[in-house]
C-alpha cells in the first residue's frame, strides 16, 4: 500500500490462578492426575498487534504457556473480542500454545482421567447431564480475560516502525526423538524497532518441545520459555515465542549443559538463557557478543569442562529488513476421526475438544488452517504438532518448500489418528 509502514504493539499477562497455593491445578503434560505442588517462574499470556498502514486492518497473535487449546476455546477468546476486534477493525485473532509440558492442564486427559470418565459413563447410562467438565473452567476463564486485556492493550500500544529478519541454525539445541530424523532446525527471529525510541519487540519460532524440566515432576513452569524472555528483555526487547513444527522433536541440552551434570531446572534455566544469548546476538561478531552479551561468570563455570561449547562463536548471520507487507487467510475444515480412542475420550467429554457428527454417524474435529505473509515470508499456521515431513518432505513424502516459517501450535488440537499410518490421508487436508 502506499506510505505503508509496520506498526506493532504489545502485551503480555500473568495466567497463574490467584488461588494457585490453595487449589491443586493439574499438571498439563507428561503424566495423568498429577497435581503442582509449587510453581518455579511463571506463566503467560504473550500478544502481539501488527499492522502495516493499508487500511486493511491489524492483525493479533497470542501465545499462551499451555500445552494447548480446543478450537471452540479459541473461538470464546475471539468471542470476548468481537466488538472491540469490529470497532478496530482487528481482522485476524491467532491464539497459540507454546506446548509447554508443564503448566496447567488445558486440555482434560491430564487431569483425574478415570474418575472423570466413569463418572460420565453413568451419567450417559442414566440419561444425566451433569458431566464432569473436561477442564477447569475457571482457569478456562481466566485465559479468555487475559488474553483479550492483552490484545486490548497491544493494539492500543502500537507504535511505527522497522521490521527485520534473521534466522540462524540452532540443529545442536534440538533432536528428533523418532525416525525418520527430519527437523526444522532453524531459529526465527523477527526483530520490531520502533520510530520513538520505545522498548522493541523479538519475536522468535522454533520447532522445540518445551519439556526441559521433565517427566514426573510437580513443579509449574514455562520451561526454557521464561528463562529466554528474561535474557531478551534484559537486551532491552519484549518477547514472545510460538511454536514450530515441533513433532517429536524436543530439546538437546548438551551445548548448552556443557558437561556440567546439571539437574532439571538448572538445565532448564541454562538452556533457555542460552537460546536468549543466540537470539540477541544472532547478528553480531563473535567479538560483539564478548564485548555486550557474554556474562563471564555464567561461562567461566563451564570453560573448564572439556564439553564446553561457547555459544557466542558461532556464525554471524545476514539481517534483512521486512518489507510493509501483511496478508492473512484461514479456512475451516472438519477432521475426520478415525481413532476410536480419540472418539472416545470425545464423547466422554474427556478431553477438551468439540466433535460433529454427519448423518452416517461419522466423528469430526472442527479446526482450521491459517497462511500469513510478512514482506516476502510466508507463514503457515497449523494445528497440531506438526511435523517437519509435511513441510520439508523427506521420509515417505515429497514435498519440497525452500523457505516458510512454520507456527504449528495455532488453533492445538491432539492427534486424532496414527501419523506414520495416515501421512499421505493426512496431508491433503492441508
Known amino acids: ?104 492442564d488445558t486440555q482434560g486427559i491430564y ?24 477442564i477447569d473452567n475457571e482457569f478456562r476463564q481466566i485465559i479468555i480475560d487475559k488474553t483479550a486485556e492483552c490484545v486490548k492493550s497491544a493494539y492500543e500500544s502500537m507504535t511505527t516502525g522497522t ?30 524497532t520502533p520510530d520513538d525510541g520505545s522498548q522493541g519487540t523479538i519475536i522468535t519460532n522454533f520447532g522445540v518441545h518445551p519439556e526441559t524440566i521433565g517427566f514426573g515432576t510437580k513443579v509449574g513452569t514455562s520451561d526454557f520459555v521464561y528463562y529466554t524472555e528474561q535474557i531478551i528483555n534484559e537486551g532491552g526487547y519484549n518477547f514472545i515465542f510460538l511454536q ?22 538448572e538445565s532448564t534455566i541454562r538452556y533457555g538463557e542460552e537460546l536468549g544469548y543466540i537470539l540477541l546476538g544472532m547478528t553480531m561478531t563473535p567479538e560483539e557478543r564478548l564485548a555486550t552479551l557474554v556474562d563471564a561468570e555464567r561461562e567461566a563455570v563451564a570453560a573448564d569442562n572439556e564439553n564446553y561449547t561457547p555459544w557466542y562463536t558461532r556464525e554471524t548471520v545476514e539481517e534483512r529488513v521486512v518489507a510493509p507487507v501483511l496478508n492473512v487467510a484461514h479456512n475451516e475444515y472438519l477432521a475426520p476421526v478415525d481413532n476410536g480412542v480419540y472418539e472416545l475420550l470425545g464423547k466422554l467429554s474427556a478431553a477438551n475438544n468439540k466433535m460433529v457428527y454427519d448423518k452416517n454417524g461419522q466423528y469430526y474435529a472442527v479446526t482450521e488452517v491459517g497462511y500469513m505473509e510478512m514482506g516476502d515470508i510466508k507463514l503457515i499456521l497449523c494445528p497440531g504438532e506438526t511435523y517437519a515431513e509435511l513441510i520439508k518432505g523427506g521420509g515417505t513424502l515429497h514435498v519440497k518448500n525452500d523457505q516458510c516459517v512454520v507456527l504449528s501450535h495455532n488453533l492445538y488440537f491432539s492427534k486424532m489418528s496414527c501419523f506414520r499410518k495416515k501421512r499421505r490421508q493426512r496431508m491433503h487436508l492441508f
Not at 113 to 132: M, P, R, S, W, Y
Not at 163 to 168: E, K, M, Q, S
Request: with cysteine.
Open 1 to 104: 500500500a502506499e506510505n505503508a509502514q509496520w506498526s506493532l504493539g504489545y502485551a503480555q499477562a500473568s495466567i497463574v490462578p490467584a488461588d494457585f497455593d490453595e487449589v491443586k491445578y493439574y499438571k498439563g503434560g507428561y503424566d495423568v492426575s498429577h497435581k503442582l505442588e509449587e510453581l518455579l517462574d511463571d506463566l503467560k499470556v504473550r500478544v502481539v498487534v501488527l499492522d502495516v498502514g493499508s487500511g486493511r486492518g491489524s492483525v493479533a497473535i497470542a501465545a499462551i504457556d499451555c500445552l494447548g487449546l480446543a478450537n471452540a476455546d479459541v473461538a470464546l477468546i475471539r468471542d470476548a473480542l468481537a466488538d472491540f476486534a469490529a470497532e478496530n477493525n482487528i481482522v485476524s485473532i491467532n491464539i497459540s500454545a507454546t506446548h509447554v509440558h508443564s503448566g496447567i
Open 111 to 134: 487431569t483425574d482421567t478415570v474418575n472423570k470418565i466413569l463418572t460420565n459413563i453413568v451419567q450417559a447410562f442414566v440419561g444425566g447431564t451433569n458431566l464432569a467438565p473436561a
Open 163 to 192: 521490521l527485520t529478519y534473521a534466522t540462524t541454525n540452532a540443529a545442536e539445541y534440538v533432536r528428533d526423538r523418532t525416525e525418520p530424523d527430519i527437523m526444522m532446525e532453524d531459529l526465527y527471529r523477527f526483530m520490531f
Open 244 to 265: 514450530g513444527a515441533v513433532g517429536t522433536y524436543t530439546e538437546d541440552q548438551g551445548a548448552s549443559d556443557d558437561g556440567l551434570g546439571l539437574d532439571r531446572i
